[in-house]
C-alpha cells in the first residue's frame, strides 16, 4: 500500500515529485490505535545515490481515557523525512515500517479525555466526571451487600 514506484526518479538527482500515499496501517496499543485509513503527503526528491522522502502524515488516533476509560477520536499528524538508500529489484521504496514507527511515536501512552479528569471510583466505577460517589460507608451499597441481606434471616 505505501510502496512506490521511484524509477523516474533512479540517477536523477535534484528531480523531485509530490505523491499522495493512502492506506491501512494497523497500530494498536492499550490506550491509544489507529483504526481508519492514514493519509501521507509526501515529496520524493532523487539525490546522486538516494531517494529522500519527507512529507507529512494524517491519521485519527482512536484514544481511551487513561483515568474513566471514556473513548474518542482525535485528528493528528505528524512530519517525517526518511532517506532511502536501497530501491528493491521492481524500483520500488517501501514507507510502510517508516509511517508505523513514526505514527507510533506520536501515540499518546496515557491519554486524558481531559487534563483534569477525575477517573472514576475505585469501589463501585461510578465516573466520577458526571456523578460524584458519595462513598461507601458500609457494605450495604454494592449489589453483593445487599444480597447478603436478603439471604440472612
Ligand atoms: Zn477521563
Ligand atoms: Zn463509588
Known amino acids: 500500500m505505501f510502496t512506490h514506484l521511484v524509477t523516474d526518479l533512479i540517477g536523477r538527482p535534484g528531480t523531485r515529485r509530490d ?13 491509544a490505535a489507529v483504526v481508519e485509513p492514514v493519509e501521507a503527503h509526501v515529496t520524493l526528491e532523487a539525490t546522486s ?27 493528528a499528524s505528524v512530519e517525517f523525512l526518511e532517506v532511502f538508500d536501497e530501491v528493491d529489484r521492481s524500483g520500488r521504496i517501501d514507507l510502510e515500517q517508516m509511517l508505523i514507527d513514526e505514527v507510533s511515536l ?19 466505577g461510578t465516573d466520577l466526571n458526571t456523578d460524584p460517589c458519595s462513598g461507601h460507608p458500609d457494605e450495604a451499597v454494592s449489589p453483593f451487600g445487599a444480597l447478603q441481606q436478603l439471604l440472612e434471616p
Open 49 to 75: 545515490e538516494e531517494i529522500v522522502a519527507r512529507g507529512v502524515v494524517e491519521f485519527v488516533e482512536h484514544l481511551t481515557c487513561n483515568r474513566c476509560l471514556t473513548e474518542w477520536d482525535e485528528p
Open 106 to 124: 506520536a501515540l499518546p501512552l496515557t491519554p486524558l479525555c481531559r487534563p483534569d479528569c477525575a477517573g472514576l471510583c475505585p469501589t463501585c
Open 19 to 31: 505523491v499522495d500515499l493512502r492506506g491501512q496501517l494497523d497500530i494498536r496499543m492499550q490506550l
